[in-house]
């Protein structure tokens, strides 16, 4: 499959880095020669440096032989014009652009389809999304909601926890509920898709699936009491926070949004009526006091600053508040983020990245779930008449080392299967698998 | 640093060789030599201590970092041209010092050789000799990421470290891909002049090794007299264009065999046909009256200019006792070389052009200190840092050369051999001057010199940069 990125920004870089390592051929399109010249030294990709609306640059980027463009610029008027260009003068059947600032309507999208745009991303939209998915699952975890009815949790184990240096096995045998451990990080950096042998040790990051009605128990198991949410604290009152604060409030719920640009908390406070906006820094001690963080049942760090995000997290959870949940897209502010005391991360570049490499599954595959910046994939599919899983026990798969069928959903019922289960057609299923077997398991079911 | 990973990749590397070596075998067979043993030997411990290498690297995980990529492309030339020299040692019975320098001399693509009587030698031998060169035309390492795409980006630093020119053009968006079209250019335009020295009167095996010297730049001819041997117009003529499309840019090569003419339209290739077009014009004015009439005088010059200028080293006529003009003029070649790209070695053409551009500038800047002029090639403008690194890569060659001219000197050789000698490995041109010149070889130097200039081959195929990084103490540092 051809692909032509324009813009090699953290999402574009990202997006490459993930596909050409699944052989796929991508080119990119970079402005900015610096970043052009680290993309080349870095990406086993084709790196073109020019203006991603310039119809030669386009053609040597491989338009005419390339069966997807995608527009993640750090503009939206580049992002719109390129796939106009790309739409009167190529065929390329999927064109996908990113969108930040422009909020549409249903109309505004009849009109984006009219110039050529298959698919929009709205990564603001994304995050402030998964934020509100994570705080009314408790906060307590990173989390994943599948299309079947269940979720993946990931969390941390640390010194206190009951899970540590136990087998598999052996965790099984004490929770004795139905769930699966479908992914572990260890300290290391290696990524695992664990068997019933496998010791979860200290530091490891693991990742439970489970039906949505026995996580809780599992998290709580862990060491994490569910609560009730009914304070809230919002850092940042950009795009995202504000929308978060909109899908975050009702319910009874206390919700403060605190910035330090007085004129948008105005401009916020007009729009938001049931929600306290507070002008103020998150670098300042004193506020912490005066709005009684501590108390908090969450806070939301979500300004553009990723160092303040982790900080003020961090100084959240110190000062008492009961959860954190920290935005973050710089790969080793979320690795120590997982590690130090944040609860939960939201990070804006790996769920616009994880809803593009959806919509470039799609067909069979109905869902895609990256984590760890693309280590592994949970892929969410039907399994079709041409599959060659059908009617096969899943232990006889012949499914690449480091894959895991981890549930599937038959007739409405949710099941965690065993080695013994038998594949049908039209079961829905999740399958776990490590990035380097993508392409593999992709041409399986 | 990945040490394990390493281990793994010169396994694979060493496993590939022994492969190829089974190519001799054949021609063991059809010359009835007893060659046959001694190879099987070699080829199988090649291939035992490449699977205990395999095991032994099992599992390493598969990222490179830039140091890696230096260590891991130094390393396996040196390896690869020790595991080489098993033949000779074994077939000629040649001391190491003499087995080592030849397949260095070979994979570099050098042709400096110090055999004496090379008929006498078993032919087998002799096209394991000629395969060394085509192995290390393109690329030992070039071939591996394009057969094992187990690297993924990783390859990227190997091929950069191993690749001639200051930059690697990619011609498709997956290196793989790129390094499997090079070789598929290649082995194409490799066949072609295989058939066409067949038509001219050669046997298989003559038009085979001849073929490799020439599309890998090398030089080494299984004839005592080089091409001289065959004393036919045709097969100089044949050899001339090719070792001049050898010295080209493959990447131009592979979009020319798949019609994009529009390649040819290349700042660097046009450069290079003007240089190779005025030294023959002058070579051959200025041989006159050795050769008498002006078409002898254009072949034997056109031979010498561009077998030296693309650092191959065939030779069809004894050139030390051309005029000082003309032998001048091939002194001054051996420092430019090929293109970027080709199999050729030297300072390259696309280097020496970039300088000559930035110093019209400079020249430029001192009549309008405050003008703007920027350095262009192919239209694309040409940054600093890249003009700071071929400077210092500039530098760092003349300098090399010099000292290894030295330390030759050293050991009572005379000046024009010391230069010649160092410029020529260095090069990986093969012949020099005075008595290591056309119809002379490196058998009779001292063995430490061997050593010396086997090093100068290897710091001038891996562009100086790759083999002096891991020799710095900050290379060792965290």
Same mark, same amino acid.
């Given at each position: 499959?051809?692909?032509?990125?324009?813009?090699?920004?953290?999402?574009?870089?990202?997006?490459?880095?993930?596909?050409?390592?699944?052989?796929?051929?991508?080119?990119?399109?970079?402005?900015?020669?610096?970043?052009?010249?680290?993309?080349?030294?870095?990406?086993?990709?084709?790196?073109?440096?020019?203006?991603?609306?310039?119809?030669?640059?386009?053609?040597?980027? #491989?338009?005419?032989?390339?069966? &997807?463009?995608?527009?993640?610029?750090?503009?939206?008027?580049?992002? &719109?014009?390129?796939?106009?260009?790309?739409?009167?003068?190529?065929?390329?059947?999927?064109?996908?652009?990113?969108?930040?600032?422009?909020?549409?309507?249903?109309?505004?999208?009849?009109?984006?389809?009219?110039?050529? !745009?298959?698919?929009?991303?709205?990564?603001?939209?994304?995050?402030?999304?998964?934020?509100?998915?994570?705080?009314?699952?408790?906060?307590?975890?990173?989390?994943?909601?599948?299309?079947?009815?269940?979720?993946?949790?990931?969390?941390?184990?640390?010194?206190?926890?009951?899970?540590?240096?136990?087998?598999?096995?052996?965790?099984?045998?004490?929770?004795?509920?139905?769930?699966?451990?479908?992914?572990?990080?260890?300290?290391?950096?290696?990524?695992?898709?664990?068997?019933?042998?496998?010791?979860?040790?200290?530091?490891?990051?693991?990742?439970?699936?489970?039906?949505?009605?026995?996580?809780?128990?599992?998290? $709580?198991?862990?060491?994490?009491?569910?609560?009730?949410?009914?304070?809230?604290?919002?850092?940042?009152?950009?795009?995202?926070?504000?929308?978060?604060?909109?899908?975050?409030?009702?319910?009874?719920?206390?919700?403060?949004?605190?910035?330090?640009?007085?004129?948008?908390?105005?401009?916020?406070?007009?729009?938001?009526?049931?929600?306290?906006?507070?002008?103020?820094?998150?670098?300042?001690?004193?506020?912490?006091?005066?709005?009684?963080?501590?108390?908090?049942?969450?806070?939301?760090?979500?300004?553009?600053?990723?160092?303040?995000?982790?900080?003020?997290?961090?100084?959240?959870?110190?000062?008492?508040?009961?959860?954190?949940?920290?935005?973050?897209?710089?790969?080793?502010?979320?690795? &120590?983020?997982?590690?130090?005391?944040?609860?939960?991360?939201?990070?804006?570049?790996?769920?616009?990245?994880?809803?593009?490499?959806?919509?470039?599954?799609?067909?069979?595959?109905?869902?895609?779930?990256?984590?760890?910046?693309?280590?592994?994939?949970?892929?969410?599919?039907?399994?079709?008449?041409?599959?060659?899983?059908?009617?096969?026990?899943?232990?006889?798969?012949?499914?690449?080392?480091?894959?895991?069928?981890?549930?599937?959903?038959?007739?409405?019922?949710?099941?965690?299967?065993?080695?013994?289960?038998?594949?049908?057609?039209?079961?829905?299923?999740?399958?776990?698998?490590?990035? $380097?077997?993508?392409?593999?398991?992709?041409?399986?079911? | =640093?990945?040490?394990?990973?390493?281990?793994?990749?010169?396994?694979?590397?060493?496993?590939?060789?022994?492969?190829f070596m089974v190519s001799s075998i054949p021609f063991a067979i059809y010359y009835s030599e007893?060659?046959?043993?001694?190879?099987?030997?070699?080829?199988?411990?090649?291939?035992?201590?490449?699977?205990?290498?395999?095991?032994?690297?099992?599992?390493?995980?598969?990222?490179?970092?830039?140091?890696?990529?230096? @260590?891991?492309?130094?390393?396996?030339?040196?390896?690869?041209?020790?595991?080489?020299?098993?033949?000779?040692?074994?077939?000629?019975?040649?001391?190491?010092?003499?087995?080592?320098?030849?397949?260095?001399?070979g994979?570099?693509t050098?042709g400096?050789s110090?055999?004496?009587?090379i008929e006498?030698l078993p032919k087998s031998l002799l096209f394991w000799r000629s395969l060394t060169h085509w192995l290390g035309g393109m690329?030992?390492?070039?071939?591996?990421?394009?057969?094992?795409?187990?690297?993924?980006? #990783?390859?990227?630093?190997?091929?950069?470290?191993?690749?001639?020119?200051?930059? =690697?053009?990619? !011609?498709?968006?997956?290196?793989?891909?790129?390094?499997?079209?090079?070789w598929l250019a290649y082995i194409i335009l490799s066949a072609i002049e295989t058939i066409l020295l067949l038509l001219g009167g050669m046997n298989l095996f003559d038009a085979l090794t001849h073929t490799f010297g020439t599309m890998a730049t090398g030089g080494f001819s299984p004839k005592n007299s080089s091409v001289a041997y065959f004393n036919s117009a045709y097969i100089d003529w044949v050899i001339i264009i090719f070792m001049f499309i050898a010295g080209?840019?493959?990447?131009?090569h592979?979009?020319?065999?798949?019609?994009?003419?529009?390649?040819?339209?290349?700042?660097?290739?046009?450069?290079?046909?003007?240089?190779?077009?005025?030294?023959?014009?002058?070579?051959?004015?200025?041989? @006159?009256?050795?050769?008498?009439?002006?078409?002898?005088? @254009?072949r034997?010059?056109?031979f010498?200019?561009v077998s !030296? &200028?693309t650092?191959t080293g065939f030779v069809t006529?004894?050139?030390?006792?051309?005029?000082?003009?003309?032998?001048?003029?091939?002194?001054?070649?051996?420092? !430019?070389?090929?293109?970027?790209?080709?199999t050729?070695?030297?300072?390259?053409?696309?280097?020496?052009?970039?300088?000559?551009?930035?110093?019209?500038?400079?020249?430029?800047?001192?009549?309008?200190?405050?003008?703007?002029?920027?350095?262009?090639?192919?239209?694309?403008?040409?940054?600093?840092?890249?003009?700071?690194?071929?400077?210092?890569?500039?530098?760092?060659?003349?300098?090399?050369?010099?000292?290894?001219?030295?330390?030759?000197?050293?050991?009572?050789?005379?000046? @024009?051999?010391?230069? #010649?000698?160092?410029?020529?490995?260095?090069?990986?041109?093969g012949?020099?001057?005075?008595?290591?010149?056309?119809?002379?070889?490196?058998?009779?130097?001292?063995?430490?010199?061997?050593?010396?200039?086997?090093?100068?081959?290897?710091?001038?195929?891996?562009?100086?940069?790759?083999?002096?990084?891991?020799?710095?103490?900050?290379?060792?540092?965290?």
């Open positions: 499959m051809n692909i032509v990125i324009a813009g090699a920004g953290g999402v574009g870089y990202h997006l490459a880095k993930q596909l050409s390592e699944e052989k796929k051929n991508i080119s990119i399109i970079e402005k900015d020669l610096d970043k052009a010249i680290f993309a080349q030294d870095s990406l086993d990709c084709l790196v073109i440096q020019g203006e991603a609306t310039d119809l030669e640059t386009l053609k040597q980027a #491989g338009c005419d032989k390339a069966d &997807m463009f995608i527009a993640v610029t750090n503009s939206d008027e580049v992002n &719109m014009v390129s796939c106009f260009v790309v739409a009167q003068h190529f065929n390329i059947p999927k064109k996908i652009v990113r969108l930040r600032n422009i909020q549409y309507s249903k109309e505004d999208y009849f009109s984006l389809k009219n110039i050529g !745009i298959d698919y929009i991303i709205n990564p603001e939209i994304e995050a402030a999304k998964s934020i509100v998915n994570t705080v009314n699952f408790g906060a307590s975890t990173d989390v994943i909601i599948f299309g079947i009815d269940l979720q993946m949790r990931g969390f941390q184990i640390d010194d206190k926890s009951p899970f540590k240096d136990k087998s598999i096995f052996e965790i099984k045998k004490e929770i004795n509920k139905s769930f699966i451990i479908s992914g572990i990080k260890r300290e290391n950096g290696d990524f695992i898709i664990p068997s019933g042998f496998t010791q979860v040790k200290k530091g490891d990051y693991i990742y439970i699936i489970a039906k949505h009605d026995t996580i809780n128990d599992i998290v $709580e198991y862990s060491g994490k009491s569910s609560i009730r949410i009914k304070n809230i604290a919002i850092f940042g009152a950009g795009n995202i926070g504000v929308m978060a604060a909109e899908g975050l409030a009702g319910k009874k719920r206390n919700i403060k949004i605190i910035d330090k640009d007085y004129e948008r908390c105005k401009k916020v406070s007009s729009i938001l009526k049931n929600i306290t906006v507070i002008h103020g820094d998150a670098n300042d001690a004193e506020l912490f006091e005066e709005e009684e963080i501590a108390n908090f049942d969450v806070v939301v760090t979500a300004t553009d600053s990723e160092e303040i995000n982790l900080l003020s997290a961090l100084y959240s959870k110190n000062i008492g508040t009961k959860r954190a949940i920290a935005m973050l897209d710089k790969y080793n502010y979320i690795m &120590m983020a997982n590690k130090l005391d944040v609860d939960a991360v939201v990070s804006p570049k790996l769920t616009t990245v994880n809803s593009i490499l959806r919509f470039i599954r799609k067909g069979r595959i109905i869902g895609v779930y990256s984590i760890f910046s693309g280590e592994a994939e949970a892929l969410e599919f039907v399994v079709s008449e041409s599959s060659k899983l059908l009617n096969k026990a899943i232990k006889d798969t012949k499914l690449p080392e480091g894959s895991l069928i981890v549930a599937v959903e038959r007739d409405g019922k949710n099941i965690i299967p065993d080695g013994n289960f038998v594949i049908k057609q039209n079961d829905k299923m999740v399958i776990f698998t490590k990035k $380097e077997n993508i392409s593999t398991v992709e041409k399986m079911i | =640093m990945n040490y394990r990973l390493i281990v793994k990749f010169i396994s694979i590397l060493i496993i590939i060789t022994s492969i007893k060659t046959i043993p001694s190879f099987f030997t070699v080829i199988l411990l090649g291939i035992t201590v490449g699977v205990l290498g395999l095991v032994a690297g099992r599992g390493a995980p598969n990222t490179l970092n830039r140091k890696d990529g230096f @260590l891991l492309v130094s390393l396996s030339w040196i390896i690869i041209s020790a595991f080489g020299s098993l033949p000779y040692i074994l077939i000629a019975h040649l001391s190491f010092t003499d087995a080592f320098f030849e397949t260095m001399s994979f570099t050098t400096a110090i055999l004496t009587n006498a690329g030992i390492i070039v071939l591996t990421v394009a057969i094992l795409p187990m690297l993924g980006i #990783g390859g990227i630093k190997l091929i950069k470290a191993e690749a001639p020119g200051p930059s =690697m053009e990619k !011609i498709s968006p997956r290196i793989a891909e790129t390094a499997k079209y090079l080209a840019n493959f990447s131009i592979f979009r020319v065999l798949t019609g994009k003419l529009k390649a040819l339209k290349d700042e660097e290739l046009k450069a290079y046909a003007a240089i190779v077009f005025v030294a023959i014009l002058l070579v051959t004015l200025d041989n @006159l009256n050795i050769y008498k009439n002006l078409l002898q005088s @254009l034997y010059s056109a010498q200019v !030296i &200028m650092t006529a004894d050139y030390s006792k051309w005029n000082g003009f003309a032998k001048t003029i091939l002194f001054i070649l051996m420092f !430019i070389g090929g293109c970027a790209g080709s050729g070695g030297s300072i390259k053409v696309i280097r020496i052009y970039t300088l000559f551009k930035q110093a019209i500038n400079e020249l430029k800047y001192n009549i309008h200190p405050k003008g703007v002029f920027t350095l262009t090639i192919n239209g694309q403008i040409v940054r600093k840092n890249i003009i700071f690194s071929i400077s210092g890569f500039f530098f760092l060659y003349i300098a090399t050369f010099f000292i290894v001219a030295l330390l030759v000197s050293m050991f009572g050789i005379d000046i @024009l051999t010391s230069l #010649g000698a160092s410029a020529a490995t260095l090069g990986n041109i012949p020099g001057f005075g008595k290591v010149g056309p119809v002379n070889n490196y058998a009779w130097l001292p063995s430490t010199v061997k050593w010396i200039l086997s090093t100068a081959m290897l710091a001038g195929r891996l562009e100086i940069y790759t083999l002096f990084v891991i020799v710095t103490p900050a290379f060792f540092k965290k």
